[in-house]
């Protein structure tokens, strides 16, 4: 949430729209001009903020970086509150919601025009009542499985679930969409093939059923970045919008393909400020737990940000904050709103000082994929996590 009110909260994230807009425009460079280009912006556009996430990805045109190449065409979001607070925030433009829409949201899903996600045959049957209900017109997108076995289904019952959405009279099947298992963690990307073979063998299916989307879709950043035959007629842009590379193997992969080179811009730091600076006596412990003994005299940092806000516990006694351009370790456990780091080597810190949890500052950065490999996660994870109620601010 973008807060009329910073002040009141003791952390933010500075969002760059200038580089989303130039990660935008890298994408469409890769897809060209007659592909649509959806911006993925679920679970608060992984932290960065949802509404003027989803505006900067649609103003891309503006930027000269992208040469002139159409801007996003499409947003995608995981449910109904996540699309209706878009269309409540004046954005305008298709919205596929990829999650769930319970039966008492599915009039409003439908009246307001959200595309909506089919992975079963239940859920066809539900959106054609829904549809006949309301007297609006539901357009929907069919999920094939392909090997995720999460959301989507078999193409026997995928053609199922297009005759009961096209024998309502009241829905239309505009797309059908599958997503790679395998395609970020390797550099082999065999189950990914076979994955797309299958999703083109249920599209062959479908079709000769007479049901025929028009709107195909596949890739996911990772898949754009390497992979032209899973463009179809629509690209799903993810994690790569932010300037995050999926992972390593990606761009390993990416070198071992030939692939044209692709210059992603991070777009988020996260930030807090010094509250207060204290001595610590030699011998001293720092924190809960006696996890951390100082043994000199030293000086510590106390932040306002915590676990609750994102700040994961497992970075206790081994990540780092920047602190007037310098590295601060992370001393002791990290509590639930408050974490202290040493500042012993920077003589000046004070109360106040502007501090960097995640980004740049002066000429050192601390990435997501840095603090990822700390705790053994993904880059997705750092960002997504960071407070939803801390606001975001809008810069470049």
Excluded at 75 to 100: K, S, T
Excluded at 361 to 372: N, R, V
């Amino acid at each position: 949430m973008y807060s009329e009110s910073p002040y009141r909260k003791l952390s933010w994230v500075e969002v760059d729209a200038a580089a989303l807009r130039h990660n935008v425009g890298e994408f469409r460079r890769l897809i060209g001009s007659n592909r649509k280009l959806l911006a993925v912006v679920k679970s608060n556009a992984y932290g960065h903020g949802l509404c003027e996430t989803a505006r900067s990805a649609l103003a891309a045109a503006a930027d000269p970086s992208s040469a002139g190449l159409r801007r996003a065409d499409w947003l995608g979001v995981f449910d109904l509150d996540e699309a209706a607070r878009l269309r409540d925030a004046g954005i305008d433009v298709p919205v596929l919601i990829m999650g769930d829409v319970s039966d008492k949201g599915l009039p409003e899903a439908i009246e307001r025009g959200f595309r909506l996600t089919v992975p079963s045959c239940d859920m066809a049957r539900r959106v054609a009542a829904a549809a006949t209900r309301t007297g609006r017109r539901a357009v929907t997108h069919i999920k094939i499985e392909t090997g995720t076995n999460r959301q989507g289904m078999a193409s026997v019952d995928a053609i199922e679930a297009g005759r009961v959405l096209r024998a309502s009279g009241a829905v239309e099947v505009e797309g059908a969409y599958t997503h790679f298992a395998n395609i970020e963690d390797t550099t082999d990307h065999s189950y990914a093939f076979g994955q797309l073979g299958t999703f083109n063998e249920a599209i062959g299916a479908l079709e000769r059923a007479g049901i025929r989307p028009s709107l195909r879709h596949a890739s996911c950043s990772a898949a754009t970045i390497l992979f032209p035959e899973t463009y179809f007629e629509m690209v799903r842009m993810g994690i790569g919008m932010y300037g995050l590379w999926p992972s390593r193997e990606t761009r390993v992969s990416a070198a071992q393909e030939g692939r044209t080179p692709i210059d992603l811009r991070p777009a988020l730091t996260w930030k807090t400020r010094v509250i207060q600076v204290k001595d610590v006596a030699a011998g001293s412990f720092v924190g809960y737990g006696c996890t951390f003994r100082a043994t000199r005299k030293m000086k510590i940092a106390v932040l306002p940000v915590g676990y609750a806000n994102g700040y994961d516990r497992g970075f206790s006694n081994t990540a780092y904050v920047l602190i007037r351009g310098r590295r601060a370790a992370v001393t002791g456990r990290v509590c639930m709103n408050l974490i202290m780091v040493d500042v012993t080597d920077i003589p000046d810190a004070a109360a106040g000082d502007e501090v960097v949890l995640l980004g740049r500052q002066g000429d050192d950065a601390i990435t997501a994929d840095q603090l990822a490999a700390m705790i053994g996660t993904i880059n997705y994870e750092i960002v997504a996590r960071i407070d939803p109620a801390a606001p975001r601010v809008l810069i470049g």
